[in-house]
């Protein structure tokens, strides 16, 4: 069955460096666009990373443009975020899903504002601190 694994968060400091990875296993990477998304206490979910599947291309969330890379290696199915300028506002749950089609949806030019508000495979999440 469709299965998604997030692993790697933890606790960083402003000015580090944290890698998040997702394991999918019953469907390949390059049919489906996967989404990276955060929700931290008393807050909507926040869709922060988009790659699309046919073409590998990514989009991001305005809030973390510029400071996060969503990347995916087909090989192996996984899909990583890396965090490379953390701020205390990144920290939340991250989660990584499983679009619904090949392309990122809810693009605008460089921009996703995805919500995964139809989206059907979630991981459980990992943590992620971002304190001094």
């Known amino acids: 069955q469709m299965q998604l694994a997030e692993s790697e968060g933890g606790s960083v400091q402003p000015g580090g460096r944290l890698r998040l990875s997702c394991a999918a296993s019953?469907?390949?990477?390059?049919?489906?666009?996967m989404g990276w998304y955060r929700q931290a206490p008393g807050k909507e979910r926040e869709g922060v990373a988009c790659i699309s599947g046919n073409d590998g291309l990514t989009y991001y969330a305005d809030s973390v443009k510029g400071r996060f890379t969503i990347s995916r290696d087909t090989s192996k199915n996984t899909v990583s975020l890396v965090i490379y300028n953390p701020l205390p506002e990144d920290t939340a749950i991250y989660y990584c899903s499983k679009e619904n089609f090949p392309m990122c949806t809810e693009t605008y030019g460089v921009t996703w504002r995805g919500t995964g508000a139809r989206n059907g495979v979630w991981g459980q999440g990992t943590q992620v601190t971002v304190s001094s």
């Open positions: 019953g469907f390949p990477l390059d049919q489906y666009a």
